[in-house]
């Protein structure tokens, strides 16, 4: 209980909030590493995923390959590609975007697959192309399922850049890793409780993201109230 009353008094306290080393420059630091992570993940995996989930070919190889990318030890994929290209931002860089790629890749190619065979023939058989079909019918219906994929992307992402702030790197990993030479215990638990409450609200966003682009025919199939009351 002394851990947790000293956590709580290092945070309370005003001093360790400002400055180059203070909690909101920390703090920024591990939302700029999440979001470029994020968005480098996304452009390689969403359209992929789309284009597997689409056409079906190549699904055989995805499957098993996020499956193995999921298995990667991640602090040993951080060590070694930091060895590789230089201590510095790149090569936790590249670990976490390896690491990000599975979850979001499973959430594309899942959504496309997801949507009923008959919608899409129907959309055919409408005169659509294949790229409309994608774009106007497959990608809307595939939303929830990739918002999904985000949702475990990012919460991977945060946790994970925690860890690899044992290099000479930012974030609120920091703050662990400072602290583990001097054992200062209450800063640890801290950082840790800023870790999680960070993870905490980025779950709760995108799961509210989540559920805002399930469609209401959807939401209602599954027995979920829409947001929106009907009126008569």
């Known amino acids: 209980m002394s851990w947790f009353s000293d956590a709580i008094a290092w945070l309370a306290d005003p001093a360790h909030w400002p400055g180059a080393g203070g909690i909101a420059a920390r703090l920024g630091e591990h939302l700029e590493y999440t979001v470029l992570t994020l968005l480098i993940a996304g452009v390689i995996a969403i359209p992929l995923g789309l284009a597997i989930g689409h056409t079906g070919r190549g699904r055989a190889f995805a499957v098993p390959f996020t499956g193995a990318l999921r298995a990667l030890p991640t602090l040993g994929l951080v060590t070694l590609l930091a060895l590789a290209v230089g201590i510095g931002l790149l090569g936790p860089l590249i670990a976490l975007v390896i690491l990000a790629i599975p979850p979001l890749l ?26 409309q079909i994608l774009a106007r019918v497959e990608l809307p219906l595939a939303l929830p399922l990739l918002a999904g994929g985000l949702r475990s992307a990012c919460l991977q992402v945060i946790a994970t850049w925690t860890v690899a702030a044992w290099l000479p790197l930012g974030g609120l990993g920091r703050f662990l890793f400072d602290a583990i030479p001097v054992r200062d215990y209450g800063r640890m638990l801290a950082g840790s409780i800023l870790v999680i409450v960070l993870a905490l609200i980025a779950d709760g966003l995108l799961a509210l993201l989540q559920r805002t682009v399930t469609p209401a025919g959807v939401r209602a199939s599954r027995g979920v109230p829409s947001p929106v009351p009907s009126t008569i």
Request: no cysteine; aromatic share 8%.
């Open 106 to 131: 499973a959430g594309a190619y899942a959504g496309v697959e997801a949507v009923d065979p008959l919608v899409v023939d129907a959309a055919r058989a409408a005169g659509m192309t294949e790229w």
